[in-house]
Structures are given as structure tokens and as C-alpha cells.
């Protein structure tokens, strides 16, 4: 048995999932927080989080990096720690310090560092040579809309340390620019309490679709799981509407991005102790790394994985921050492809209805808002009324099927 230091934690499915791993594998966990009633507020009435089978809860301010590394030498010398990890991006610079700090398996910290900084990851992949969109990254006003004239009108601007799509937006002028610029000055702190930084990120706008490649790093080599596609809502936010494992593409295609995302990995120095999920955009002139991702994939992507291919990417996660070979053996689940589709609100308001839901042996998943809830207009991935996820025993048919399940879904909606 191995004890794992679990630092914070998203409060979706991974909150749930990497818990239930620790456990199968037969470890245990000390869970390190600053707020536990910020996962406590996140689970169903009357059910216990599962972060609470932890072997013990420790509070401590994990955005004081200093004062956590020397808490945590403490906590170590009493618990005796084989691996530490986190599933929240917010924490994975500040986890990769600690297993350096500790002897303990994990990436370097400074590939880390890279991977969650957006201005930093385009850098670094530029140097390399992988290919990803003209950039610029600018905190003054007349620097960026220099800057953003330079790279020509529609773009896509964004921040450079905030997650689940928050504030990445289509900008078709200057104006729409500014106004964006404004938005992210009156959002200065995240959601986890930390200081942001003021660079915005500009990038061409690029054509094509977009899928993300789901990899294994251990012992140097990164093993490729599969490609996931995506779905993107309407402009100006790219809010993802649904994904679908394994993306139904050429094989071309699907290598291709494969060794996109791979050769993105290696030049970020992330072939150690990570499971990465790394976006990328194919283009007519070929694929463009989007995103790179040093932890799970977000989104129920890693159970769409896990219906089809038996492969717990949850489970993999914790062998690789243990130092430990991942099992990564497919085996036949009787699922050819799987798909999510998620709900989103059009308009703000108190959430009266929703439609009726055809439920069948396909539907392996399905978690909707109640009548009551209060919901906003969707503009990042935290804003979704829920989802659906369906299997397909024969081939590629799970996105039509989610989509049309999502379909009479929203001919009943209604938002007041």
C-alpha cells in the first residue's frame, strides 16, 4: 500500500474519480486544502465527497507556496509520502515543487510551469519548431492592439493562467478587443483565491477541427491512449458542447496529431510522471497544437476512454505519480465509440424545464440541473445544465446519438 498527498482538487468528476482510484489500487491519501468546504458544497445532499475517504484532511494555505513546502517536509517526515499529486491546474506548478522537494516521481518543475502558462508553452513550442499559430503576448493596451493588427482580425485572445475556457474569446475588431481587455483588468483573482496575471494572449484564428490527444508519459516515453474529437458552441466563446473517444477521423489525420501532440510533450519536457491532454487544431495546412495539458482530461473525456477501451486514465495518473509502469491494456468492452454531449443554458435565468429525455440501454450516463436552479448565459465550460453520455456496440454513432438526445433536451427548455 502507498500513501499519496492529494493537493486540492477540481470539485467535478476528477474530485470523484481519482478517489475512487487511489482506493482500487489499494493506496491510501492524505487530502492537503484550503477551503474543504469549497468540495463539501459540490456533493449531492445527503452523499459524502469522496475526497472525505481520505486518510486524513489537512488545512493549509496552498497559495503560499514557501510556508506549504516547508508544512509539507513536516507532514512528511510523520506520514512518509510515495507520490503527490493534484488534478486541479491551478495546483500542478505547486505539486511538481513539492516532489521535487521530496525525492518524490513526478515531471520536472519547470516543464510544469510551461505547460500552465499559456504565453510560456507557446514559446517553448515555437523554439522547438512544433507548429502552432502566429502569437503575441502583451499587458499594454497600445502593445496589443499593435500587436493584434499585426496578426490580422478574426483572432482569438485569451488569458494566459485561467482554465475551462474562461474569457477565451473570437475577437473581430479592436473595439470587441478593448472590451475584452476590460473584462480580464475586472478579474484579477481566480477562482482559487490566486493572483493572475495581466498578459493576454493573441493567436491567429485558425480553421479546422479540433481533437485532443490523450497520452501516458512514464520513464521517458509517452505512450498515446487515443484522440478524442470536440465539439465547440457558437462564437464568440469556444464552450465545448460535446466529445466523442475514439474521434472519428482518417488514420492520417489521427497520426498526424498524434505525433503533433507528442512532439509538443517532449519539447515541454513533460515525458515523466504526467497524464496530458494536449488540444490540437487540424488545419488545412496541418496540425496546430492548441493546448497543452499536464493532467486528465477534464469533461468525462477520461470515462468516454475507459468505456471503450477499459483503460482508467484516473488509475494510470496514480502509478505514474507513484514512479510505477501504467497499465494501459485495452480490453473488449463491447463499445465501439463513446460520446458526451453537454446541456447549455441560452439565456440567464431561473432553469422551469427541461425536455424529455429518451433514456435506452445506450445512455451510460446522464446528469441534469433541477427545475429552480438559477443559471447564467453559457460563456466558459463551467457553465453547463448537465450532460449526457452515450455508447455505440457497433461504431462511430455515439455523437449523433448524444446530439439527438441533447436535441429533445432543448426543445423542452425553458429559462424565465
Given amino acids: 500500500m502507498a500513501h499519496l498527498l492529494m493537493v486540492e482538487s477540481w470539485v467535478g468528476s476528477m474530485s470523484r474519480l481519482l478517489p475512487r482510484a487511489i482506493r482500487e489500487s489499494g493506496h491510501e491519501f492524505t487530502f492537503l486544502t484550503r477551503d474543504l468546504h469549497h468540495y463539501l458544497r459540490s456533493a449531492p445532499e445527503g452523499t459524502a465527497h469522496p475526497l472525505l475517504g481520505a486518510r486524513d484532511v489537512v488545512t493549509a494555505d496552498t497559495n503560499d507556496t514557501e510556508a506549504l513546502l516547508l508544512q509539507v517536509e513536516r507532514l512528511h517526515e510523520v506520514f512518509g509520502f510515495d507520490g503527490v499529486l493534484t488534478s486541479c491546474d491551478y495546483y500542478l506548478p505547486v ?6 522537494r521530496l525525492g518524490l516521481p513526478g515531471p520536472g518543475t519547470g516543464a510544469v510551469e510551461d505547460a500552465c502558462r499559456k504565453d510560456a508553452t507557446r514559446r517553448v513550442l515555437a523554439e522547438a519548431g512544433v507548429p502552432g499559430p502566429r502569437f503575441a503576448v502583451h499587458e499594454e493596451w497600445a502593445e496589443l492592439a499593435a500587436a493584434a493588427r499585426e496578426i490580422g482580425y478574426p483572432l482569438v485572445a485569451k488569458p494566459v493562467d485561467l482554465c475551462a475556457g474562461m474569457f477565451v474569446r473570437r475577437v473581430d475588431d479592436e473595439p470587441r478587443l478593448l472590451a475584452l481587455v476590460k473584462e480580464l483588468a475586472a478579474f484579477p483573482v481566480n477562482a482559487r ?5 495581466p498578459a493576454v494572449l493573441l493567436e491567429e484564428l485558425l480553421d479546422g477541427p479540433e481533437v485532443s490527444v490523450e497520452t501516458v508519459s512514464h520513464a521517458g ?12 458552441g457558437d462564437a464568440p466563446a469556444f464552450i465545448e458542447t460535446g466529445h466523442m473517444f475514439p474521434a472519428a477521423l482518417d488514420p492520417a489525420d489521427a497520426r498526424a496529431a498524434e505525433e503533433t501532440a507528442v512532439g509538443a510533450l517532449r519539447a515541454l519536457g513533460l515525458t515523466e510522471g504526467v497524464v496530458a491532454h494536449t488540444e490540437v487544431k487540424l488545419t488545412p495546412a496541418g496540425p496546430r497544437v492548441i493546448e497543452v495539458n499536464p493532467r486528465p482530461a477534464g469533461n468525462r473525456i477520461t470515462e ?10 484516473a488509475a494510470a495518473f ?8 501504467p497499465d494501459l491494456t485495452r480490453t473488449d468492452t463491447g463499445l465501439r465509440s463513446a460520446a458526451v454531449g453537454f446541456l447549455l443554458p441560452p439565456a ?16 451510460l450516463e446522464n446528469q441534469l440541473a433541477e427545475p429552480g436552479k438559477q443559471v447564467k448565459a453559457a460563456d466558459s465550460n463551467n457553465d453547463y445544465l448537465g ?16 446530439e439527438s438526445l441533447l436535441a429533445e433536451l432543448r426543445a423542452g427548455l425553458v429559462i424565465r
Avoid at 483565491?193 to 496575471?197: F, L
Avoid at 516515453?221 to 465547440?232: C, F, L
Avoid at 496514480?318 to 509502469?325: E, H, I, K, N, T
Avoid at 435565468?349 to 445506450?362: P, R, V
Fill in 193 to 197: 483565491g490566486q493572483r493572475r496575471s
Fill in 318 to 325: 496514480v502509478d505514474v505519480s507513484l514512479g510505477r509502469a
Fill in 304 to 313: 468516454l476512454i475507459r468505456h471503450v477501451t477499459g483503460i482508467d486514465l
Fill in 387 to 402: 450532460h449526457v453520455m452515450v455508447g455505440d456496440p457497433d461504431g462511430p454513432g455515439a455523437r449523433a446519438r448524444a
Fill in 95 to 100: 505539486v511538481a515543487r513539492i516532489a521535487g
Fill in 221 to 232: 516515453a509517452v505512450h498515446v491512449v487515443g484522440v478524442t474529437d470536440k465539439s465547440i
Fill in 348 to 363: 440567464t435565468g431561473t432553469l422551469e424545464a427541461l425536455g424529455y429525455l429518451t433514456m435506452d440501454k445506450h445512455v
